[in-house]
DNA sequence: ATTTCCATGTAATGAGTTACATGATTGC
DNA sequence: GCAATCATGTAACTCATTACATGGAAAT
């Protein structure tokens, strides 16, 4: 069976911050909650036609200019408004993670240290900028946005990926300097290098099953 | 256009630890970097049979018992490690975040903030457990797999998800005191509840759009 | 008695991205 | 002159899970 779609709660829920097209939405997805949640068009069009066809949202359309496609602002009716209601109460379903890099690190060994510290010197690199992202975020919610009764609730969300991002700093830190002191020994075999022979494999020593 | 597909070399990788059969290769998966990698049937074997066909892994069938299927094993080839070891020095693509949790948050207004300590204590709960997962984990690798060499990389994987899971712990304590506060103010106007009419929709105050 | 484990695999279903098509306007 | 923005939408495609089918043995 399919997990219960979130994405039109997504939607929904965007919908509460006033009426908008589905190219808003999508702006908003981006601007907003675009840490932890995010929409492309190929989602939010038919969500929307199936949202407006149960009543969950109201259609109106602003003819703006001649020769282009006419803006279609969707409206969160009352049912919508209950639908995301009857929805937040709900436990959240753990979404199956999925890390690159960590599935990268699982197997190291047998790329050496040298290149799991570059992967986790990229990483730490695109996490600083996210920090400072997350910075300018949360002047402009402390200040701009003080009256805004949402402000609280983004603001959660804000510390949420704060935490997890100086968490990882630190991780990346703690593992650089794991990976240096084991530089030069455990790495894997590569005859093939050292020889210069190009795209001859080297020997593949095979360790025995973990329980 | 796709992007590339880690489930393969996420197998490829699970061979490396030694010949294995698809139902083998699914359970090391769940004991191992199950916390940031899974595979289910439904991929594996059907990855298995592809990988096979292109040369990277050798099939070999073990008749165990009658009247039950027959154990295929895998074994790596030389290729098969060749290919793990040219993707490994690939940079890595993030996977589009999904958080439901903060998902619910962000719109948590519309459920009061009683509602988001509920789901914030659930996830504590939660993460509590995990780490006590992570802490037996630890505890094994620094023990039994100590001669193990690829010990070091997977206890790095490890710390990942340890720094995680305190930083969230930490941003747990610090939502529900935040929650805690704004506890009789600030929720959302529900009329309906108050008149018990039931479905009735509360009325619903438009925000302005953000920049 | 019933569940879990072993062990394979397929079919149905769904979630979600990306690329394309269209075409005027605004900014560099 | 070139790219981006506005603004809609669809079709093709990938990725991945889940449920089903089979059926004996061992564990609780």
Redesign the pocket.
């Known amino acids: 069976?399919?997990?219960?779609?979130?994405?039109r709660f997504a939607v929904l829920g965007i919908l509460t911050f006033g009426p908008m097209?589905?190219?808003?939405?999508?702006?908003v997805f981006r601007a907003g909650p675009g840490h932890f949640w995010?929409?492309?068009?190929?989602?939010?069009?038919?969500i929307?036609?199936a949202l407006e066809s149960e009543g969950l949202v109201e259609r109106r359309i602003?003819h703006?200019?001649?020769?282009?496609?006419?803006?279609?602002?969707?409206t969160l009716t009352n049912r919508g408004g209950q639908a995301l209601r009857d929805w937040l109460p709900e436990p959240t379903e753990p979404?199956?993670p999925?890390n690159e890099l960590l599935l990268k690190l699982f197997f190291g060994r047998h790329g050496g240290p040298q290149l799991c510290a570059v992967h986790v010197r990229r990483s730490r690199d695109a996490l600083r900028e996210t920090d400072a992202r997350y910075a300018d975020i949360e002047h402009m919610l402390r200040t701009h946005c003080k009256d805004d009764p949402d402000a609280v609730y983004q603001l959660m969300t804000l510390r949420y990926g704060q935490h997890v991002t100086k968490a990882l700093l630190d991780w990346c830190e703690e593992s650089l300097s794991t990976l240096s002191k084991s530089l030069p020994k455990a790495r894997v075999p590569s005859r093939a290098e050292k020889a210069g022979v190009g795209k001859r494999a080297a020997g593949r020593r095979q360790a025995d099953r973990r329980p």
């Open positions: 069976m399919a997990r219960s779609n979130k994405s097209s589905g190219y808003d939405i999508r702006k995010q929409e492309s068009y190929g989602q939010i069009y038919p929307l036609r602003e703006t200019q001649e020769g282009r496609p006419p803006r279609k602002v969707y979404q199956p999925r």
